[in-house]
Structure formats: structure tokens, C-alpha cells
């Protein structure tokens, strides 16, 4: 069982930046794939970015393509997203998700069996 805790969130103006963090629990972070999604008011939740268990294997969905990037630190058992120039098309809910994985990264909703409770993202225009 994975538990995940997302923190990072806020309101910030657009063209402002924010890093969202993922602390999962558990002694086994590094075999597990993560990936970031975020669901907007009276929208279906959606893909973000991905990584793989190593690192070294990442995408990020057309939409923060060179704006956002996904890292993680095995060491630290952390999961990050650096969003810089900021939207407000990307005010959501941003949800940390995780799955076991031998390799590789994953875009799909249902690829992952754990998810956190999510963090609020406001952009201001």
C-alpha cells in the first residue's frame, strides 16, 4: 500500500511559478512509476507529466511541454513538478499518482493504482 501527500499548491499571478511535491510513504519508492495529473472545474481530470522509476525516462503532455518538468529523487523519496510560466488555463486540482513498474512511464488514468489527495493550482490573470 502507497500512501501520497502532495504539497506545493497555492495562487500565484500569471507567468509565475510553483513546484508541486509528492511524498509517498513506504520503503520501495524507487520501483515505482509516477506520474502528475490535474482536473480543472467542470473538466475530466487529465494528463500531465510522467516519470519512470528511475528518472530517467519522462513526458509531459502537449500543454506544459517546456514549461513544466517532472524529477524525482529516489533518495529523498520525492516526486516534484516545476511549473514555471504559469497559465491560468492551468488552474486544477493537481493529483500525484503512482503504480510498480519494471520500467518505462505511463499516461493513462487507470495505469496507476494510487493517488494522493491532490493540491489546489490558481492562476491569476
Known amino acids: 500500500q502507497v500512501q501520497l501527500v502532495e504539497s506545493g499548491g497555492g495562487e500565484v499571478q500569471a507567468g509565475g511559478s510553483l513546484r508541486l511535491s509528492c511524498a509517498p510513504s513506504?520503503?520501495?519508492?524507487?520501483?515505482?512509476?509516477m506520474g502528475w495529473f490535474r482536473q480543472a472545474p467542470g473538466k475530466e481530470r487529465e494528463f500531465v507529466a510522467a516519470?519512470?522509476?528511475?528518472?530517467?525516462?519522462?513526458y509531459s503532455a502537449d500543454s506544459v511541454k517546456g514549461r513544466f518538468t517532472i524529477s524525482r529523487d529516489n533518495a529523498k523519496n520525492t516526486v516534484s513538478l516545476q511549473m514555471n510560466s504559469l497559465k491560468p488555463e492551468d488552474t486544477a486540482v493537481y493529483y500525484c499518482?503512482?503504480?510498480?513498474?519494471?520500467?518505462?512511464?505511463?499516461?493513462?488514468?487507470?495505469?496507476?493504482?494510487?493517488w494522493g489527495q491532490g493540491t489546489q493550482v490558481t492562476v491569476s490573470s
Open positions: 499518482a503512482a503504480r510498480s513498474s519494471v520500467s518505462g512511464y505511463y499516461v493513462r488514468q487507470t495505469d496507476y493504482a494510487y
Open positions: 513506504g520503503r520501495t519508492f524507487s520501483s515505482y512509476a
Open positions: 516519470i519512470s522509476r528511475s528518472g530517467l525516462s519522462t
